[in-house]
T-cell receptor
Framework: DAMVIQNPRYQVTQFGKPVTLSCSQT?????MYWYQQKSSQAPKLLFH???????NEADTPDNFQSRRPNTSFCFLDIRSPGLGDAAMYLC?????????????FGPGTRLTVT | GENVEQHPSTLSVQEGDSAVIKCTYS??????FPWYKQELGKRPQLIID?????GEKKDQRIAVTLNKTAKHFSLHITETQPEDSAVYFC????????????FGTGTRLTVIP
């Protein structure tokens, strides 16, 4: 059964046109993360939610925002996508309140900016 | 913040040989070190991890060693098979409540049949 689900798997948007990527989880994990992975590079953490608490990485551009309306869902909003934002966006979850360390990744959404 | 370096960037081995990938980290507070395997266009998959209170961990053909004093850790794959070919990422984190992973730059492993 899918544990971390991302929709859509492929997204094409126009330069400057806002876009939202979706992530859901069936694990009831406290923490949800968003990573950006550009071609042939490592995943780079953008931000995470611990329950409802939002934690932004210092070098994440303001153009990237996130929402977590409930435990299961988390959204990544890119307000004005640029060509440099084309990447794979990975959502991940982990159980914050237990001794479990593992992070579970979704399949990713590949974003193309035209 | 944490800085993780990974070497080599590419590695080719003959089937059946061993492969070793090395990483160093900068934050002495890091306490969790996972290794991920990523095939082209797919999600990273955890293959093994180690916590800072352990020096070595093994799972069948895969082992990881950690040297906290030197702040480096290594992945060892023995008896490599063509299906081991992929990009491997090391990562480090200070696991408190959240578990923010900081990844190395990746190693593209090719196992030649």
């Amino acid at each position: 059964d899918a544990m971390v689900i991302q929709n859509p798997r492929y997204q094409v948007t126009q330069f400057g046109k806002p876009v939202t990527l979706s992530c859901s989880q069936t694990l009831n994990h406290n923490v949800m993360y968003w990573y950006q992975q550009k071609s042939s590079q490592a995943p780079k953490l953008l931000f995470h939610y611990y329950d409802k608490d939002f934690n932004n990485e210092a070098d994440t551009p303001d153009n990237f925002q996130s929402r977590r309306p409930n435990t299961s869902f988390c959204f990544l909003d890119i307000r004005s996508p640029g060509l440099g934002d084309a990447a794979m966006y990975l959502c991940a979850t982990s159980a914050g309140k237990t001794l479990a360390y593992e992070q579970y990744f979704g399949p990713g959404t590949r974003l193309t900016v035209t | 913040g944490e800085n993780v370096e990974q070497h080599p960037s590419t590695l080719s081995v003959q089937e059946g040989d061993s492969a070793v990938i090395k990483c160093t980290y900068s934050d002495s507070a890091s306490n969790y070190f996972p290794w991920y395997k990523q095939e082209l266009g797919k999600r990273p998959q955890l293959i093994i991890d180690i916590r800072s209170n352990v020096g070595e961990k093994k799972d069948q053909r895969i082992a990881v060693t950690l040297n906290k004093t030197a702040k480096h850790f290594s992945l060892h794959i023995t008896e490599t098979q063509p299906e081991d070919s992929a990009v491997y990422f090391c990562a480090a984190s200070v696991r408190t409540g959240a578990n923010n992973l900081f990844f190395g730059t990746g190693t593209r492993l090719t196992v030649i049949p």
